[in-house]
């Protein structure tokens, strides 16, 4: 079965297959055991601290489709949201009340988007009428003007509530970029005439799509059809562009991001890494199948590329499950180097199913320990409930003779009362637990025995021995 799955990425995360695996920098450790019921899927999460752990948490998958072509970015978009978040939490109250990501980006909006997400640090004073300290988004305008990517109007104002325009957003981010185009041709993007764009504006249009960043922002339509752009696709913009270029912020804004060549790397696995078995730490390894050079150093065909297994969440009811992973480095004789930071690209090229023998022989084992967890998380749950019930009832107990002792027998009724209703509550907590361990026990049965005869069910979660990968820094 032929799969083609890329996702771009910022901060070394990439999405290997849809809802399965990621690489990039390492991340703290979390182990997911998925614990299958009539009701959900329950988690029971292994936290920093291998003596803390969170029970009855829902497992969710990272992706929701099979396949993520034509899907916003998961990671782009995720950094989108977050710098969304944070410019909202520094707005005063009636402007954050008011405030809505899908309506026209202002001029304030983007001065604080390119400042914060290009993490500009110098700042110069502007003499704007219309702009006091106290403004919400001072210091952020004041570091875009800084770095010469924005600036005000003959009159000296800023206008920062104003919306900015479509051309204007463009004209500002083919400010910063630096790409080859036709600075006269009429704009076309995907094979449609981008509208309200003037003749001023053309060529820095042309360039913003020649730049590829707009392929992730989402409402597509809408880059083509309306005059204003949002808020949400201008952060898509900003963070779209740090994943395919190169920022340097060191003599401003302008002209700061231009494209690079990347470093892609052709893996294929020496093991089979699964959201069925595999556990965050675990190690693995891969041989590339083309020479690659990595910081100046040429590694051969069939070099090592070491990894590690930064978190996993097993597979439970609607739940595939996933595997998060880190490369670390890649290793030929006597020479080695670290793998870089960031990761802009990974496509799994061909996906395969272990075959019949591995399979036969690996799911009666893996039912054993599987049901061995959920077995014991039942326990565990049933416990707790227990022991949080038996303190509710003996709680009341006290207070019903206590109030009864001080003349209050009403209170003391009430609480037997409550007493009562505690009871009630844990014999059907009880129930319910042990009900949904029998379920999660059939379930496990279930899964080992498509897993033997319908592998490719759940190939979604995992990575196998000879599959190829392809890697772009």
């Not at 601290?49 to 072509?69: F, Q």
């Not at 998961?74 to 008011?98: F, H, Q, T, Y």
């Not at 020496?270 to 100046?296: C, L, P």
């Amino acid at each position: 079965m032929r799969l083609s799955k890329e996702i771009l990425a910022t901060l070394g995360v990439v999405c290997l297959t849809s809802g399965v695996a990621f690489a990039g920098c390492e991340t703290t450790n979390v182990q997911a055991y998925a614990h299958p019921s009539w009701i959900s899927t329950e988690g029971h999460t292994l936290l920093t601290n291998p003596t803390d752990v969170t029970i009855g948490t829902k497992i969710c998958k990272p992706c929701n489709a099979k396949t993520i072509a034509g899907k916003d970015n998961v990671v782009i978009g995720r950094e989108a949201k977050k710098l969304l978040n944070d410019m909202k939490s520094k707005m005063d109250v009636n402007r954050a009340n008011a405030y809505d990501p899908k309506m026209p980006v202002l001029r304030s909006e983007i001065a604080y988007i390119v400042s914060t997400g290009l993490g500009l640090t110098q700042s110069a004073e502007n003499k704007y009428t219309d702009l006091d300290s106290a403004y919400w988004a001072k210091e952020e305008i004041d570091k875009a003007l800084a770095a010469d990517v924005m600036i005000g109007y003959p009159d000296n104002t800023f206008k920062p509530d104003q919306a900015i325009t479509k051309a204007e957003v463009f004209a500002t981010f083919a400010k910063m970029m630096v790409v080859e185009h036709d600075a006269t041709k009429a704009p076309v993007y995907n094979g449609q005439a981008v509208k309200y764009i003037p003749n001023w504006a053309v060529g820095c249009t042309n360039e913003v799509i020649a730049s590829g960043i707009l392929k992730s922002v989402p409402n597509q339509d809408k880059i083509i059809n309306d005059e204003y752009l949002s808020k949400e696709q201008v952060s898509y913009m900003l963070n779209a562009m740090k994943a395919a270029f190169s920022i340097d912020t060191s003599k401003g804004a302008a002209g700061c991001a231009t494209l690079y060549a990347p470093t892609t790397v052709k893996i294929k696995l020496s093991e089979r890494i699964s959201a069925r078995t595999s556990t965050a730490g675990d190690t693995f390894t891969a041989k590339t199948t083309e020479e690659v050079s990595i910081n100046g150093t040429t590694f051969p065909a069939g070099s090592t590329v070491k990894g590690v297994v930064t978190s996993v969440v097993r597979p439970g009811v609607k739940n595939p499950g996933y595997v998060e992973v880190t490369f670390k480095e890649i290793k030929s004789g006597s020479c080695k180097a670290e793998f870089p930071k960031y990761a802009t690209n990974a496509s799994v090229d061909v996906q395969k199913n272990p075959n019949i023998i591995s399979r036969v022989l690996s799911a009666p084992v893996e039912f054993i320990g599987r049901t061995a967890g959920v077995s014991g998380r039942t326990v565990t749950q049933t416990g707790e409930v227990v022991a949080n019930g038996t303190e509710e009832i003996v709680d009341n107990l006290a207070d019903a003779l206590s109030d009864t002792a001080s003349l209050h027998p009403l209170k003391g009724a009430k609480s037997v009362g409550s007493g009562v209703i505690a009871v009630g509550k844990g014999v059907y907590n009880i129930t319910k637990t042990a009900t949904t361990g029998v379920f999660g026990v059939c379930y496990e049965l279930v899964d080992e025995v498509k897993y033997i005869f319908v592998p490719s069910t759940t190939n979604d979660s995992s990575l196998n021995p000879d599959e190829e990968l392809t890697i772009i820094f």
